[in-house]
């Protein structure tokens, strides 16, 4: 069955920083972060495809999206961070085939696995 386990979410003022992970039961080619704040639309915040990693606007500059394939393991640095960030993240992740790419910060693909969430609130 496959997982994606996120952690490392927490709550911090502004301008702190957080460090999200995402463990993955298997290996991907594209994966990515989410998040939805309450009222608001889900949003692509980060996303990478290999090597070539792709952000929202509203994020750039700040956050950073890596990942270590020996360890199946996907990381979001968040740094400066902003009330506005407030929302629970999702980590979401699709293989290869039959495609995948990212795109201003989101992962496209016909079929996206997802995690449960972690929470991030950031205050004033």
């Known amino acids: 069955q496959v997982q994606l386990v996120e952690s490392g979410g927490g709550s911090v003022q502004a301008g702190g920083s957080l460090r999200l992970s995402c463990a993955a039961s298997?290996?991907?080619?594209?994966m990515g972060w989410f998040r939805q704040a309450p009222g608001k639309e889900h949003e692509g915040v980060a996303s990478?495809?290999?090597?070539?990693?792709s952000y929202a606007d509203s994020v750039k500059g700040r956050f950073t999206i890596s990942k270590d394939n020996a360890k199946n393991t996907l990381y979001l640095q968040m740094n400066n961070l902003k009330p506005e960030d407030t929302a629970m993240y999702y980590c979401?992740?699709?293989?290869?085939?039959?495609?995948?790419?990212?795109?201003?910060?989101?992962?496209?693909?016909?079929?996206?696995?997802w995690g449960q969430g972690t929470q991030v609130t950031v205050s004033s």
């Open positions: 298997k290996y991907y080619y594209c």
């Open positions: 990478i495809r290999d090597v070539i990693t």
């Open positions: 979401a992740a699709a293989s290869l085939l039959p495609w995948c790419t990212v795109e201003v910060g989101r992962l496209l693909a016909p079929r996206i696995d």
